[in-house]
């Protein structure tokens, strides 16, 4: 370490104190950028939990169109249909898939992203469990927390992509190639 620190000084000494700090941001740089976490390992992840949160969102606004008469929270008779058991099947299956893609997508998302979809399911289940009074209730209070947790993965996939983009450009500005 010690030879390590009197280069340095011999080299501020001889070439000056401005090339020593541009080779501590290279050598900082390259660091940075050996580390895993390039935006085609994480992107599989993204995509399949916005394509499912899209899924669950698009099912809960098809079935809240069966609620749009004032009054219409009443009548259950429209859960019944079967193209709202059909939308009912889709929310479930994109629910499942989510709760599934959860537990290897820890390793690659953002740790904001993570607890998104977290405090998703924690909202999703105390909604259906305790906090609707019928069913539009449950499709208009799950939509809000759905489409809230689309919106800020969508965020953090757009700044995923675009540090990556950044990251891939200063990677061959380095490379030696």
């Known amino acids: 370490m010690i030879e390590l620190i009197e280069k340095g000084v011999d080299l501020a000494n001889h070439y000056g104190i401005s090339l020593l700090l541009i080779l501590a941001i ?7 950028l050996s580390s895993p976490g390039r935006w085609t390992e994480r992107e599989h ?3 399949e939990l916005l394509k499912n949160l899209g899924i669950w969102k698009n099912s809960l ?3 809240l169109d069966y609620f749009q008469e004032p009054g219409s929270e009443h009548n259950e008779s429209h859960t019944q249909t079967p193209y709202f058991q059909e939308r009912s099947s889709q929310a479930n299956f994109a629910l499942q898939s989510i709760r599934e893609q959860i537990n ?15 405090e998703l399911i924690s909202e999703h289940w105390y ?9 539009k209730d449950y499709l208009k209070s799950t939509y809000k927390v759905v489409d809230k947790a689309y919106q800020s993965i969508l965020n953090d996939a757009s700044k995923d992509l675009k540090q990556s983009r950044f990251l891939t450009v200063v990677r061959k500005t380095l490379s030696k190639d």
């Open 26 to 32: 290279v050598f900082a740089l390259r660091i940075i």
């Open 104 to 118: 290897v997508s820890r390793i690659f998302l953002s740790k904001r992203s993570i607890q998104i979809i977290d």
């Open 61 to 63: 606004s098809d079935r």
């Open 45 to 47: 992840y993204y995509y």
């Open 127 to 135: 909604i259906r469990e305790h906090g609707a009074i019928n069913t």
